[in-house]
């Protein structure tokens, strides 16, 4: 019984504490919101999309996800999909401080043969999208990579709902890459910074994996594009993708 208690307890504190720093991370992501000098580029197409009555997907690469929780249109349901992971776990605390939807679950892990709720994650994605018109939020090459590597499961979802997709990206004069895998950019206050959107890309009519692959690369591109285009604004170095491994 005392162990039971014990174990108990330390899942309270854990708790308590995971939801502190994810106080403190979200009151640092509203900081350099609201003291950086913004350069937005390509809004027009992000705004098309919000003002359209059906669904689309949202992609941004896991080093981006610093400014992921302020892609909140009001009015508009949003839906992120975040992994069964510690990281994800306080991600998934700072994003609901902006009313957002999560779906947690990852791909399936070959190493130790288990399942971490991609499936359900997916077809609870496909539902908003399709019933509830919602902005699904995905990162392609999260959470282990390669780095900007997109994997296919935004451009899957966007071709099961014929849903179109966006890639946004941003980045800040001041902060500082980590020597994470990847090379997660966390920005400093009271500098300048951009955001740049990519036109929106529609799925092909046709299926098929040649159209699958087709698409999941276009996909690669238009982030990566939008990353490089943001860098050079602020004057920041690129980052350049990691070698290429499974989609």
């Known amino acids: 019984m005392a162990s039971r208690g014990a174990s108990v307890l330390r899942g309270v504190i854990r ?24 350069t937005v580029i390509g809004r027009d197409g992000w705004e098309a999309l919000v003002a359209r009555p ?60 288990r399942s971490k709720g991609g499936v359900a994650a997916f077809r609870a994605a496909a539902r908003a999208l399709r019933d509830n018109g919602a902005l699904v939020a995905i990162t392609p090459d999260g959470p282990r990579g390669p780095r900007m590597r997109a994997r296919e499961g935004a451009s899957r979802l966007a071709l099961s709902q014929g849903a179109p997709v ?51 690369l276009a996909l690669e591109g238009d982030l990566n594009a939008v990353t490089n285009r943001a860098d050079d604004l602020c004057g920041r170095a690129r980052v350049l993708p990691a070698a290429a491994g499974p989609a």
């Open 54 to 113: 059906g669904g689309f997907v949202c992609v941004t690469w896991h080093g981006r996800l610093f400014m992921a929780p302020t892609f909140t249109p009001p009015g508009k349901r949003t839906v992120v999909m975040i992994s069964n992971s510690r990281d994800g776990d306080l991600f998934s605390g700072i994003v609901g401080r902006w009313g957002v939807a999560v779906l947690r679950g990852s791909s399936h892990d070959h190493a130790k043969h």
């Open 166 to 216: 966006i890639a946004v990206a941003f980045s800040v004069r001041w902060g500082r890459n980590l020597t994470s895998w990847d090379r997660f950019l966390l920005p400093l206050p009271f500098g300048r910074g951009a955001i740049v959107y990519s036109p929106p890309r529609s799925p092909p009519d046709e299926g098929g994996p040649q159209a699958m692959e087709r698409f999941r």
């Open 15 to 38: 708790t308590a504490g995971s939801g502190a720093v994810a106080a403190l991370g979200a009151w640092y992501i509203r900081l350099v919101v609201r003291t950086t000098r913004w």
